[in-house]
């Protein structure tokens, strides 16, 4: 087995009074994908959050590589190789579609590679070439999404984490997606999916977590997983 | 003609400067979107600092910029991190207030060490001028205000067009959270930003310093001519910021030309709020 | 839940408060001493140049540094009015509101077409506009400006009295059009413009009637400063000091609030008058004040004490459960989910 | 059945670049018609021009025997045309109750005591009425996707403008909103939905709608329309599963 | 009316026991250099007759040392009144001094009115001052616009410049300039001279370039009118840039200050000319202590470190008429101190007082000029014209 890469030991995180991660433990190896699915309001981009360092934990421990990184800023974070698709499609409203990529590219390591990592997202997402001098706020819906994506993957991440992928794209575009996945996967990038189609990311990852309003109640290997024990835990039957 | 020829010439020359006293406050408010009330009391705190800087070196004011870019940009970032970015996401009056609170304080700390008297960073050129004509003269220290707007004001647009940094400023300012996500340190960004400002207001202060005589109380003038500057140009538009300031100097120049003395500050006014009516958003914001 | 009976009897201790407040100011200048009578006086005035530049910032988004130019018109219309006409004071307070509504009327039609720190500054821009409209303006005095001669032995009780109707009438007013469809449309508008249009908002209609409620009693407010002032002069009375005044009383007190600029006020006139012997670092220590204040309760005062202890004064917000008309202490909705 | 929407050769640009490029469609009242195409066809775009929010260059939209081509979106929303957004836009500072009580009043034009029952209504129906109180910029994703169409259906409209409200969801969750479209459609509501989810499309809707680069692929009978071969082509991608 | 609210202590014991005296003086703001100077030179005035245990007040029969309360105006004409309402209903004051342009003397005085309280005004333009009257409770003492400009007129004639000489009026759009203006224009026409005047321009103008263009084309000898400081150092520097440079300037306000006029450097500064109210050449003494001006000045000079301004006369001068008027009153009561008010016939360091059915009392005024020290690195002022014979010229006006 390879090492792990990320692993996080009884996340709380709160908005104010309100629990939104109750003890949420799960951990990455290297060249995996996981899935973490479960409800609408679960905790799943809360604890996404409390990982990426944009929301601090209230307790438990998070460590990258064998070193704590609990409560370090987002930006050194990105500076050790982690990226995050935050849900929505959300882009620099105000910048054009490739300033937008660029950003992307931000961290010393990336910046080397832009033009190559540039090409590779248009490759993946022609139409952002095409609007590449737009500015992003005016772009559709799935558009931002795939700016949103581009974006993350221009940093070159060892781990990236996508928060609602398939949000507002076509079929087609998601499909395209999922594909695309599972090959940067095979170059070695390591990947969490947090979705709501359950199906896809059984299909996709090699393991899964189900949350439960803020708790992880299950996990195992997707292929393992019977359908029956994810609904039940989904739900909390 | 000759009278005319020289208001133009002159109010070409006032809009390079306007703009360069714009500039900050534009990146600022555009960028950052923050309104900074202080900003013209910053740029009077710059001349004070580089007329102690000549008072105690004797170097010319310009070369003071090597001692006063730096103790500005520091006095903008700390301002910055210290303080602007604990109110910044709590809605557009909190700031204000903040940077209303900064300005009375630099106001009056100024007061207090400098008094009241008139200061200036005079040099020998501030009163030579290129004669072209028995009529028709170019002032020196307007022809260098002019040219070093300018050059800012490129300078500017080429690091946000083309920098990392200076697109980090703007994915900052656009959404905090996501910006980090690309590895933007979001707790320095700001203050690199408020920075930057500050330098061109250490410009900008030096240059006022070198043209006009200034007092504690003076940068609430200059706040005015940059906020002007700044909704002609739309905010955060370096090359409208430029246009802007030209057209406000010209504006205002040739409404005295043309219609005295007393029309000057309204003619200003008046082209201001007509670019209002036709572009509200400024003359070069989408 | 509260029962019936609890909440009623909360509301008629809440109306108790409230008659012995409002008849204890009513009594105050044959019972206090003239300082403290002078000292309500100016804080009933700047109660109501808070709650206005409040209603347009706090509830509309309209962050205006432009209130200035209600207050000057005001003053003036007061000079002028009774100057050269003649005319008894209070309908000259009167008919400078309504000059003010007027001319907010017409720079709607420019103003309103900005949004956010353009209309802030645009605001500004005009009243430094009228600053030198006026101070070229040889009927109102030039740059000279005007004495208001008839007000000149007006006694302090006097303008106390209206200053302290003003003040009450803003306040009533402010709470009245927050719980009404107009303040509903207002706080709308300011979250996001376009999806209260397609709520159908109509979002000019809606400003408009903002700006002309604020421009009418901020103008009338002018004139009561005025009254006690005498002295009429353009580059003062447009002076940007103005909102700065409303902006601080506002913010320091908590914006989009109502008890707000009531404390706020109570601060700002307090601390005015306690400072002004310090000579040189009064303004030093005000505008220290206000930095520190905000950042350790950007939210202002009351706004920071209804986070921590969940209630609202005077609130605005309708409870789902509620009839929402009468001033009652209301518990903000606590999250239901757990 | 009557025709309640009529679009008629309508053209739609931002600036210059050209989006709709003469599009016409009719929708029957009382009809869910659903909107499908790929990323950045236009269907967002022709959302917005049938509210109100971009006026086309040319053609007409008539609403009700009514040409509102020109309207401003509130007049339309008073006339009675509801929508949603695609990106959630609740008023934050609100509560979710405050937020459907702003279209009950403004946009249906009642008064705030006669709406009171009404706004309760459709939070209890939209799944939001345990969380009247909350204010609206704590919700969750899909608790503010219901706040969309609860702020929407506040407005009283006759007809429903939906952008993507399932997307993100769960498949119980969608089919809620299914059962929600099919009980407003029982009202006597016209619905025009906008979603990716095929699926649901083919499943609720009378008629499905799709769009490519602005221009009508195909307008017709949901089945026919998903088995058309450019349909599949440019929308649905070649199937492997 | 509101002159009953003022209370009357009719009784034999004081509520405090010594007299308090209010001054609203602009601390900070533009106008801080006013300001300066308090309250070093109230204080020096008020010391020796506290030193002596006070003044005797007869209700009381008792001596009552003086005390002086300052508030800061921030320039402001709303601070002003506002800090004076409080000085008079709060602290209860005796009496008010106001002082330092229409900014801060207009607003207290107007309050004094209102409020009936007894109020020695003195330094801001007569004509600026009745604009707001008639008074009752309001005493003023400076000079009259008229006065300024036979000064200026005298020294131009003395100079040469006959009838058909060329003047160019830089008249502002504020108060002073608004009064100076019809006063200059009328007189220059009787005495045949040719205006040129741009029309009234905003303070704080930041291009001069139309004037400057409108005085070359008239060919304008001499420059008179009021401004700012700054912007006549503005005005000043463009004039030179654009190659424009009247034979003589004499201008109000603009470089009172010795640090205002060597703030505009010694080429512009040396030759220029101005009304001067105050000098340390004045020669009136002190009526409390015998100073001179000199010696008041001097000793400014040696404890502050600053060079001396004008209105620390004018400051100084308030207290010597507010401890003569209650010497003479020995009475706190306000009619009382009033009526002294009106009665005073002194010689303070500023010159004679004496108020004239208007409130008014006029004080000298003569003409100087900036002259280049010893050093030439410096300008410093001498008086070259002088209307009244007491006060002696030491410098010989030059043109440049
Ligand atoms: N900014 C916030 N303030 C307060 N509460 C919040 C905030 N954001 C989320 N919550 C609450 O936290 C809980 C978990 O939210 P989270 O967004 O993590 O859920 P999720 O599993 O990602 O759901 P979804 O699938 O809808 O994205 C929800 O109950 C939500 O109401
Ligand atoms: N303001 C604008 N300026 C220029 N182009 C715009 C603007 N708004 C949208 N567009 C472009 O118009 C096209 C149609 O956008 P629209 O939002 O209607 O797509 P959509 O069909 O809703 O797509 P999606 O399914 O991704 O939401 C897109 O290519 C988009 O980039
Ligand atoms: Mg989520
Ligand atoms: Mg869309």
């Known amino acids: 087995m390879s090492e792990i890469l990320l692993r996080a030991e009884d996340i709380y995180a709160n908005y104010g009074d309100f629990q939104a991660v109750q003890g949420a433990s799960f951990e990455i190896r ?7 699915i479960g409800t609408n309001g679960a905790g799943k981009s809360t604890l996404m959050k409390a ?14 590589k064998d070193t704590e990184i609990t409560g370090m800023p987002t930006h050194k974070l990105v500076d050790l190789g982690m990226s995050q698709v935050p849900e929505g499609g959300r882009v620099f409203a105000r910048m054009t579609v490739m300033d937008n990529l660029v950003m992307g590219s931000y961290t010393p390591r990336a910046r080397k590679h832009k033009d190559n990592a540039l090409e590779r997202v248009y490759d993946l997402f022609p139409v952002l070439k095409e609007k590449a001098n737009q500015v992003s706020g005016s772009l559709s819906g799935g558009q931002r999404q795939m700016v949103a994506i581009g974006r993350a993957l221009m940093s070159e991440p060892e781990l990236v984490c996508f928060d609602e992928i398939s949000l507002g794209l076509a079929p087609t575009v998601i499909k395209d997606i999922y594909t695309k996945i599972r090959q940067i996967n095979k170059e070695g990038m390591t990947i969490i999916l947090v979705e709501q189609d359950v199906k896809r990311s059984l299909k996709t990852s090699d393991r899964s977590y189900v949350m439960l309003k803020g708790k992880v109640v299950l996990s195992g290997k997707s292929s393992e997983l019977a359908e029956e024990d994810v609904k039940k835990a989904y739900f909390g039957l | 003609m000759d009278a005319l020829l020289q208001s133009l010439i002159q109010g070409v020359l006032l809009g390079g400067l306007y703009a360069l006293i714009g500039i900050g406050m534009s990146l600022i408010f555009g960028i950052v979107k923050l309104t900074n009330l202080a900003h013209g009391d910053f740029l009077i705190l ?93 002032p020196y220290i307007y022809l260098i205000g002019f040219l070093v707007g300018i050059i800012v004001i490129v300078a500017l647009g080429f690091y946000f067009r083309h920098t990392y940094q200076g697109k980090a400023i703007k994915a900052a300012a656009d959404d905090r959270e996501v910006a980090q996500l690309m590895g933007v340190n979001i707790k320095s960004i700001y203050g690199i930003a408020m920075g930057i400002s500050m330098t061109t207001a250490a410009i900008a202060g030096v240059l006022v310093g070198m043209i006009y005589n200034f007092y504690p109380t003076s940068g609430s003038a200059y706040l005015v001519i940059a906020f002007a500057v700044v909704v002609i140009g739309g ?41 209002l009516i036709f572009r509200p958003q400024g003359l070069f914001q989408r | 839940m509260k029962t019936g009976f609890l909440s009623d009897s909360k509301r008629l201790i809440k109306a108790l408060i409230m008659v012995i407040v409002l008849v204890g100011l009513f009594v105050l200048p044959n019972v206090a001493n003239q300082y403290t009578t002078m000292l309500v006086m100016l804080i009933c005035m700047y109660i109501g140049l808070g709650q206005m530049w409040n209603l347009l910032a706090g509830y509309a988004g309209l962050v205006s540094l432009g209130q200035q130019l209600y207050i000057g018109i005001g003053g003036y219309a007061l000079a002028v009015l009774s100057n050269y006409y003649n005319i008894p004071i209070l309908i000259g307070l009167v008919v400078g509101g309504l000059v003010s509504v007027g001319l907010s009327v017409a720079l709607s039609f420019l103003l309103l077409r900005m949004k956010g720190m353009y209309f802030a ?211 903000t909705s606590e999250n239901t989910e757990q | 059945m009557s025709t309640i929407l009529e679009v008629d050769n309508i053209h739609v640009a931002y600036g210059r670049t050209k989006i709709i490029p003469g599009l016409s469609f009719k929708v029957e009242e009382g009809q869910v018609l659903g909107v499908i195409g790929p990323n950045g066809a236009g269907k967002t775009t022709l959302m917005n021009a049938l509210i109100g929010l971009v006026i086309p260059t040319e053609g007409k939209i008539i609403f009700d025997g009514m040409d509102i081509t020109k309207l401003p979106p509130d007049k339309r929303c008073h006339l009675g045309l509801g929508r949603t957004y695609q990106i959630p836009r609740p008023f934050e500072g609100m509560t979710v109750y405050e937020n459907v009580l702003v279209g009950a009043t403004h946009g249906a034009g009642r ?126 991608g070649v199937d492997e599963e | 009316g509101g002159n009953g609210e003022t209370e009357d202590p009719g009784t034999a014991t004081p509520e405090r026991d010594y007299i308090l005296i209010g001054i609203p003086n602009p601390s900070t703001g533009p106008i801080a250099s006013f300001g300066e100077g308090t309250p070093w030179a109230e204080e020096l005035a008020i010391k020796t007759i506290n030193e002596a245990g006070g003044i005797y007040i007869e209700e009381y029969d008792m001596k009552m040392p003086i005390q002086l309360k ?27 001094i106001s002082r330092h342009t229409p900014d801060t003397a207009l607003p207290v005085s107007a309050m004094a009115e209102r409020y009936g309280v007894p109020t020695v005004s003195l330094e801001c333009p007569i004509d600026a001052w009745l604009s707001g009257g008639p008074y009752e409770w309001a005493f003023h003492s400076f000079w009259s616009i008229d006065t300024v400009y036979t000064t200026f007129s005298q020294t131009w004639k003395d100079l040469g410049f006959g009838e058909g000489t060329k003047v160019g009026i830089l008249m502002p759009n504020d108060p002073d300039g608004l009064a100076w203006l019809p006063i200059f224009q009328e007189r220059l026409a009787a005495d045949g001279f040719v205006v040129s005047d741009p029309g009234r321009y905003p303070n704080m103008n ?153 409130h008014i009392s006029e004080t000298p005024l003569v003409m100087g000029q900036w002259f280049l020290n010893d050093a030439g690195d410096m300008v410093e002022l001498k008086i070259i014209n002088s209307l009244y014979p007491e006060i002696p010229v030491n410098g010989e006006a030059f043109l440049k």
């Open chain 1, 30 to 36: 290297k060249g995996e994908i996981i899935s973490i």
């Open chain 1, 51 to 64: 990982i990426g360092g944009t929301l601090a934990p209230k307790s438990g421990k998070v460590f990258y």
């Open chain 2, 46 to 138: 710059a001349s004070y600092i580089s007329y102690s800087v000549v008072a105690a070196t004797g170097m010319n004011p310009f070369v003071s910029l090597i001692v006063v870019i730096p103790v500005m940009f520091a006095i903008g970032y700390i301002v910055q991190n210290t303080m602007l970015n604990r109110v910044i996401s709590k809605g557009a009056e909190p700031p204000l207030l903040v940077t209303f609170g900064i300005s009375i304080v630099i106001q009056n700390l100024l007061l207090y060490y400098y008094t009241a008297d008139a200061r200036n960073l005079r040099s020998p050129i501030a009163t030579k001028s290129i004669i072209i004509t028995d009529g028709i003269r170019i």
């Open chain 2, 235 to 275: 905010m955060g538009s370096t090359y409208g910021t430029l246009a802007a300031g030209i057209l406000f100097g010209l504006a205002q120049v040739m409404g005295a030309h043309f219609f005295g003395a007393s029309a000057q500050l309204l003619t200003g006014y008046v082209v201001l709020l007509i670019m």
């Open chain 3, 121 to 331: 500054v645009a605001t500004w821009i005009t009243a430094e506009a009228f600053i030198v409209i006026f101070a070229g303006w040889t009927y109102m005095g030039s740059g000279n400006g005007l004495f208001i001669k008839a007000v000149r032995g007006m006694p302090t009780s006097t303008i106390y009295y209206y200053s302290l109707i003003v003040a009450i009438l803003t306040i009533f007013i402010v709470v009245f059009l927050l719980r009404s469809k107009l303040g509903l449309g207002l706080i709308a508008i300011r979250d996001n413009d376009s999806a209260a249009e397609t709520s159908g908002v109509t979002i000019f209609r809606t400003k408009l009637y903002c700006m002309m409620i604020s421009s009418f009693l901020t103008s009338i407010i002018g004139g009561l400063f005025y009254m006690s002032q005498v002295w009429v002069q353009p580059y003062a009375a447009f002076a940007i000091n103005w909102t700065i005044a409303g902006m601080f009383i506002v913010v320091i007190g908590g914006i989009g609030t109502v008890a707000g600029p009531i404390l706020g006020a109570v601060i700002y006139v307090i601390l005015n008058q306690y400072l002004s012997q310090f000579g040189g670092i009064s303004m030093i220590i005000l505008g220290v004040i206000a930095i520190v204040v905000i950042l350790f309760a950007p939210k202002g005062i009351i706004g920071s004490l209804q986070n921590r202890f969940g209630f609202e004064i005077l609130s605005a917000r309708r409870d789902a459960n509620k009839n929402f008309m009468g001033m009652q202490i209301q518990e």
């Open chain 4, 111 to 236: 008064t705030e005591h006669k709406a009171r029952p009404y706004c309760t209504e459709v939070l209890k129906r939209t799944g939001l009425y345990e969380k009247r109180d909350t204010l609206a910029g704590q919700l969750t994703l899909l608790d503010r996707k219901r706040l969309e169409i609860a702020r929407a259906l506040g407005t009283d409209p006759k007809i429903l403008l939906l952008d993507e409200v399932a997307a993100g969801l769960t498949d119980a969750e969608v089919h809620d909103v299914m059962d929600l479209v099919a009980e407003l459609k029982k009202t006597g509501l016209t619905i025009i939905w906008i979603e990716h989810v095929i699926k649901t499309m083919v499943e609720s809707t009378d008629k499905l709608l799709c769009l490519a680069t602005g221009c009508l692929l195909r307008y017709g009978d949901p089945k026919e329309t998903m088995n058309c071969l450019e349909v599949q082509e440019v929308y649905l």
């Open chain 5, 70 to 96: 300052f508030v800061d105006t921030e320039s402001d004409p709303t601070k002003a009144s506002e800090v004076t309402q409080k000085l008079i209903v709060d602290d209860k004051v005796d009496m008010l």
């Open chain 5, 206 to 358: 930041s291009d001069w370039t139309a004037i400057i263009n409108q005085f070359k084309a008239d060919g304008v000898e001499i420059v008179t009118g009021v401004n700012i400081p700054p912007d006549f150092a503005n005005f000043a520097i463009q004039s030179k840039q654009l190659g424009f440079e009247p034979k003589f300037t004499s201008m109000g306000k603009a470089y009172l200050f010795s640090s205002d006029a060597n703030a505009l450097g010694v080429d512009i500064a040396e030759g220029l000319s101005a009304e001067v109210w105050w000098s340390p050449f004045h020669p009136y003494k002190s009526s409390l202590t015998g100073q001179t001006p000199a010696e008041i000045l001097e000793l400014y000079t040696a404890e502050s470190g600053r060079t001396w301004t004008a209105p620390i006369g004018y400051k100084y001068a308030g207290l010597e008429i507010a401890i003569d008027v209650l010497t003479r009153a020995a009475s706190l009561d306000p009619e009382k101190i009033r009526d002294a008010i009106a009665a005073t016939d002194m010689t303070t360091v500023v010159g004679p007082i004496k108020y004239n059915d208007q």
